[in-house]
């Protein structure tokens, strides 16, 4: 079967793309999107088709690259994971500021709220934390790896897929 060749997108990110710019290889983002711990904003999971990443994509492919590094078993995460990607409340423009930090205890995922009040993205738990991530230092780090004209286009919201001429 032939997988068709990824487009070049303005506000979106190919798997190699994405790869490049999360420290994640293209076969964990793909193991990822497959056992759903990341869902790529554009395409199908299906076979044979192209997924493309979005910025926001990027941002939480990026927190658990820095997971992983940390040594953090993923699949204790995924509620969590998935919580954070696909919780409105945290994608409107004054949530995004307030997304600064998640701390774990190595089986919860806690968003740490304005107020100092934590959030259990997994479920209710004792709060001994391991380490906490700055989500704006992912945030920075993608930035840092994105060309100027892939900054001109990024948005942490899903928009219709632009073709690049």
């Known amino acids: 079967m032939n997988v068709p060749a990824p487009k070049k997108m303005l506000n979106a990110f190919s798997p190699t793309e994405a790869a490049r710019i999360t420290g994640l290889s293209v076969h964990m983002l793909n193991y990822l999107a497959r056992h ?12 044979g088709s192209v997924r493309y990443y979005s910025y926001r994509d990027l ?4 927190i658990i690259a820095r997971l992983l590094a940390a040594g953090l078993e993923i699949s204790r995460l995924k509620k ?10 945290l994608s409107t423009g004054d949530a995004q500021k307030d997304l600064r930090l998640l701390a774990t205890d190595g089986s919860a995922l806690f968003f740490v709220e304005r107020d100092g009040g ?7 738990g ?13 945030r920075d780090e993608v930035v840092a ?4 004209e ?3 286009y990024f948005n942490l919201e899903k928009r219709r897929l632009q073709k690049a001429a």
């Open 59 to 62: 941002i939480i492919a990026r």
């Open 126 to 138: 004792q709060l001994a934390f391991a380490f906490v991530l700055d989500v704006g230092i992912a």
């Open 150 to 152: 892939e900054l001109r």
């Open 145 to 148: 790896q994105m060309s100027d």
């Open 36 to 47: 759903t711990y990341l869902k790529p904003a554009y395409g199908s999971a299906g076979r």
């Open 80 to 89: 969590g994971i998935a919580s954070l990607v696909r919780d409105p409340n």
């Open 118 to 124: 934590l959030r259990d993205l997994t479920k209710d």
